[in-house]
């Protein structure tokens, strides 16, 4: 009797999310590897094209700092999908709401649903919670919770209520591995037509990739700086120390 084959990719497989040595099925993948393709392209489809739970994530959020709820140009979301541009500005109705209420905070956080709704739904809460802890003393504005948001949205906000630091909390565009990852752009006192060589950004934040608290504690650091050297962007190097083990047995 012949021995089965040692598979050659199943410890490479352990390392990584990547696709790699499926094999095959006559000229096709296996059905099993198929299968987990068209279900990780269908959680991705969904994570960009469903509407989040605004209502549920200001409850949440409203338990941490006061929220405001703000909306884009783009109407809906085939709008949003199509015409980028509207995404970078804030709708009539919005931009009057906060019209007058120029805060001079220290920072100005922003919750935009972007290209993922589940990314802000799962990673935003504990990301503003855990990076609030690490800002003592620190003047924060209102979070702002932004429908059809590109990240430009928070130039549009920063015109209006002049805050020093803006950071916007984004859904990243999804990849097949990773529907929910969030992405975080910080941005020294932005204006409509700020480049985005002048901010710095921490992405991959969701369950595989980097954790809500290792990522506030490298915002943290990143804002610490921002205000020192009174820049963001290529000016601001990311000099953070290595981030600290998480709690509890290796």
């Not at 802890?133 to 924060?140: H, Q």
């Amino acid at each position: 009797m012949t021995s089965p084959t040692r598979d050659p990719w199943a410890k490479l497989r352990q390392a990584t999310p990547a696709r790699i040595g499926l094999g095959h099925a006559g000229p096709g993948q296996p059905t099993r590897a198929l299968l987990a393709f068209q279900a990780a392209h269908a959680a991705a489809r969904d994570a960009v094209l469903t509407r989040p739970d605004f209502d549920g994530l200001e409850t949440r959020l409203a338990a941490l700092l006061p929220v405001r709820r703000v909306a884009s140009q783009a109407a809906d979301r085939a709008t949003y999908l199509t015409r980028p541009d509207l995404g970078r500005r804030l709708s009539d109705a919005s931009a009057a709401a906060l019209a007058g209420e120029k805060t001079g905070a220290d920072l100005l956080i922003i919750v935009g649903d972007g290209l993922s709704a589940a990314a802000i739904e799962r990673q935003a809460v504990p990301v503003v919670a855990a990076l609030i802890a690490r800002l003592p003393g620190w003047r924060l504005a209102p979070l702002l919770l932004a429908e059809g948001a590109r990240v430009a949205l928070g130039d549009a906000a920063a015109a209006i209520l002049d805050p020093t630091l803006v950071l916007m909390l984004i859904g990243e565009r999804p990849g097949l591995s990773s529907p929910d990852s969030l992405g975080a752009y910080l941005t020294w006192r932005p204006r409509p037509g700020t480049v985005d060589a002048a901010r710095n950004c921490v992405s991959n934040i969701h369950g595989a990739g980097l954790t809500p608290d290792a990522a506030a504690q490298r915002l943290a650091w990143l804002l610490t700086e921002a205000r020192a050297l009174n820049l963001t962007g290529v000016g601001l190097k990311d000099a953070a120390p290595a981030l600290s083990a998480p709690d509890g047995p290796p």
